[in-house]
């Protein structure tokens, strides 16, 4: 992924509600009518989504700082995590 790709800010869609249940997220996507669940690592970077939007970068730095991961793994994770929740509409690109 490229320095521009990795200043990309996402954000959550208007068209979900979410619950946050003893760790994990619990996601219902109101056009879909599809329920969607997150572990710890997802549920991580939903709850910094739900304050404020951020760039690929700000949020691999944040579940490097959280866990023992190297970059390199944590980016190619993240990129099929965010890419998962684009295809799905949970998050979008500002």
Known sequence: MNSEAKQ?????TSDQVSSNLGGEVVILNHDKGVYYGLGEVGALVWSALENTSHSFEELCTLVMAEYEVDQETCEADMEALLA?????????VV
């Open 8 to 12: 990309t800010q996402y954000r959550l």
């Open 84 to 92: 998962e929740l684009m295809e799905e509409k949970l998050i979008e």
